[in-house]
């Protein structure tokens, strides 16, 4: 059976993603994650005494440890999840995503060049960066990201991945190291960090609370269900071709203002308020978000093309899925909210 060396698999797409691979019962995952506010082990709980599982706590940074790693697993890939991966974090103190995003990465594609060669097969070994379509900036009305769009980040976020996906590329051609990135649109779905736009609004929704929409409500974003980037992302490594990029995305681009309405009716539906009026009465036009993008659309034809691989799921019924999921896992939300969640982490539960 394979093993992969997962990082960041306490997050929000790593942990869909082992359950998915753990589910598959193909491969061993050793789960590498430093637990920042975004690691969640309560994510991982169902899976986390599953004999093809291990977690260390630990960061990417760490070259020793990720050296030590790589000894004692000797993984045939590795997928590198691990991020600072929130804009408006990274708009108020930038400093984490420069630290983990481009010195962590440096750290860890240098561990990996190490035990690469000195790999005396070096065939079946593979490096997946998991990278964001906005490292390609701002699009107008018109237009697609294409993977040969020139990079032009416009948040500290964007600009840490941007070096990061460059970093990555170099290795590939400078020590041949058999790489391969993914550049994905907007993720959403289950156990998903509620300072992102879908379960916030959820969240702040049952809540009583306003649903902040910056600006004009008309910036557009690409969305994909987490499900099918987990897919995605195993097919690249399975089957990509090294050194290169895929872009994956969604069939759908819709406005903030669309999302959170399209939130609101359903939960008007599946949980109405006592009151009988509609969530929408707490929609509330906020200042900007500094820089804020206009506008993602991504051209996923070569994936699509070359591996297959193209989303099935409509907004409609992953959005559906996604508020199902909030409305039955009020604990998880409960422990995010309070910060109990935090706990395990310092072996306090
Ligand atoms: P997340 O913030 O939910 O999770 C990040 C995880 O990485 C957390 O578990 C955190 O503890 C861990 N981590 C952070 N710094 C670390 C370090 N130095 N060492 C080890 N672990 C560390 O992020 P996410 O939304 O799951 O995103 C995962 C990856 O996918 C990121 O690289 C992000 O840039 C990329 N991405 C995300 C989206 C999206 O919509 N969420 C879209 C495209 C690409
Ligand atoms: O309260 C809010 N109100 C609002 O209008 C929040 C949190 C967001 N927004 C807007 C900003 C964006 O236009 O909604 C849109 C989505 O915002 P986020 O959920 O913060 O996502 P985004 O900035 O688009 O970035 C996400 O997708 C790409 C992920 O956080 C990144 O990690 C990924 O690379």
């Avoid at 045939?76 to 630290?99: L, M, T, Y």
């Avoid at 290795?171 to 790489?179: G, I, S």
């Avoid at 609101?264 to 906020?286: N, T």
Wanted: proline share 4%.
């Amino acid at each position: 059976m394979k093993l992969w060396i997962v990082t960041g698999g306490c997050g929000f797409i790593g942990s869909n993603f082992i359950r998915y691979m753990i589910q598959t019962g193909s491969v061993r995952i050793v789960n590498l994650d430093k637990l920042t506010y975004a690691g969640n082990l309560d994510s991982l709980a169902d899976v986390s005494k599953h004999p093809n599982y291990v977690f260390i706590k630990g960061d990417i940074g760490d070259r020793a440890l990720v050296t030590s790693l790589l000894k004692k697993y000797r993984p045939d890939g590795i997928i590198n999840f691990a991020a600072e991966s929130h804009v408006d974090r990274s708009i108020d103190r930038p400093d984490d995503f420069i630290h983990t995003n481009i010195l962590g990465t440096f750290e860890l594609l240098e561990a990996i060049r190490s035990y690469w060669s000195e790999l005396d097969i070096k065939d079946n070994f593979r490096f997946l960066h998991v990278s964001t379509d906005e490292v390609y900036g701002s699009l107008g009305n018109e237009g697609y990201f294409t993977e040969n769009t020139p990079y032009a980040p416009n948040s500290p976020y964007s600009a840490s991945k941007a070096a990061a996906d460059h970093l990555v590329r170099a290795y590939h051609k400078t020590y041949n190291l058999p790489t391969l990135t993914t550049k994905c649109s907007n993720n959403y779905g289950p156990f998903q960090f509620p300072e992102k736009l879908i379960p916030l609004i959820i969240l702040n929704a049952l809540d009583h609370k306003l649903l902040p929409i910056y600006g004009d409500g008309q910036n557009i974003r690409n969305w994909l269900y987490v499900l099918e980037h987990c897919e995605a992302i195993k097919i690249v490594i399975e089957r990509g071709q090294l050194g290169e990029t895929y872009n994956v995305g969604g069939k759908q681009e819709k406005s903030n203002l669309e999302v959170v309405n399209n939130v609101c009716e359903l939960l008007d539906e599946m949980s109405p308020r006592v009151d009988g009026r509609s969530y929408r009465q707490q929609i509330a036009f906020v200042k900007d978000r500094p820089g804020h993008d206009r506008r993602y659309g991504i051209d996923y034809s070569k994936i699509k093309t070359q591996l297959g691989w193209e989303s099935q799921e409509t907004f409609e019924s992953g959005l559906r899925k996604t508020v199902q999921w909030y409305l039955d896992n009020r604990e998880w939300c409960q422990r995010v909210i309070d910060g109990s969640y935090q706990r395990q982490r310092h072996g306090l539960t």
